[in-house]
């Protein structure tokens, strides 16, 4: 699986929008981006996939930029339960068999 | 539907020994990954079984070795215990199949293990 990168930390605000990057510059065509967080003291759960379009779900949105070099992913309204550390994943398409690749992810702090 | 179970919860070994650990994916899933996670090192894939077959290894020794039975349950063995062992780890099951991007993994509260 390509490479991602993450900020370490973000603090953000309750009932405020959170905007968590992570960038792919090796990217390849057939992959797919996926996000997980972990919760403290839970294994990990699944937010949200994307390849090209932005994409939405009940638990947040995935924007895409144009060449796919990077990406985002976007809590509408953070509460204090969405404090967790997120991970930014490649997956490729042509993969046939699954298991992820976990970088260091990004510790996301909500403060009241 | 119930989630993905591991037991047990918590776990103390000695340095030298071995354990089995042992995970039951929700039902209708066929694929069961295993993964180790420490301060250190953070989230580490161990390995996947896909119809009791594995289908994928991460770059562990082979003192960690698994299986998955029929049912898809699946177990996972580390003989010779190290201290440096000591870790959470953390099994997650998917529908399994071709269409890996499609795999949502559901995780489940992992297993504890301290070695001693």
């Known amino acids: 699986d390509a490479k991602t990168t993450q900020p370490n930390s973000m603090e953000s605000n309750e009932e405020e929008p959170v905007h968590l990057p992570c960038n792919h510059s090796?990217?390849?065509?057939?992959?797919?981006i996926h996000w997980y967080r972990q919760l403290p003291s839970q294994g990990p759960e699944y937010v949200i996939h994307?390849?090209?379009s932005n994409v939405n779900n009940r638990m947040a949105s995935l924007a895409i930029a144009e060449d796919r070099k990077s990406s985002t992913l976007i809590l509408h309204r953070a509460t204090l339960r969405d404090a967790a550390v997120y991970y930014c994943?490649?997956?490729?398409?042509?993969?046939?068999?699954?298991?992820?690749?976990f970088g260091k992810g990004t510790h996301l702090i909500i403060q009241p | 539907k119930a989630g993905v179970t591991q037991t047990p919860r918590y776990l103390i070994k000695t340095r030298g020994q071995q354990v089995t650990l042992s995970c039951s994916p929700i039902?209708?899933?066929?694929?069961v990954s295993w993964y180790q996670q420490t301060p250190g090192q953070g989230l580490q894939f161990l390995f996947e079984?896909?119809?009791?077959?594995?289908?994928n290894k991460g770059n562990f020794p082979g003192r960690f070795s698994g299986r998955q039975f029929s049912n898809s349950r699946s177990e996972m063995n580390v003989s010779t215990l190290e201290l440096g062992d000591s870790a959470l780890y953390l099994c997650?099951?998917?529908?399994?199949?071709?269409?890996?991007?499609?795999?949502?993994?559901?995780f489940g509260p992992g297993t504890r293990l301290t070695v001693t």
């Open positions: 997650a099951s998917s529908l399994g199949g071709n269409k890996v991007i499609m795999n949502e993994q559901y």
């Open positions: 039902s209708g899933h066929r694929s």
């Open positions: 994943i490649l997956r490729d398409i042509g993969g046939g068999a699954d298991g992820l690749t």
């Open positions: 090796t990217i390849s065509g057939t992959d797919y």
């Open positions: 994307g390849l090209t």
């Open positions: 079984y896909f119809s009791e077959t594995q289908r």
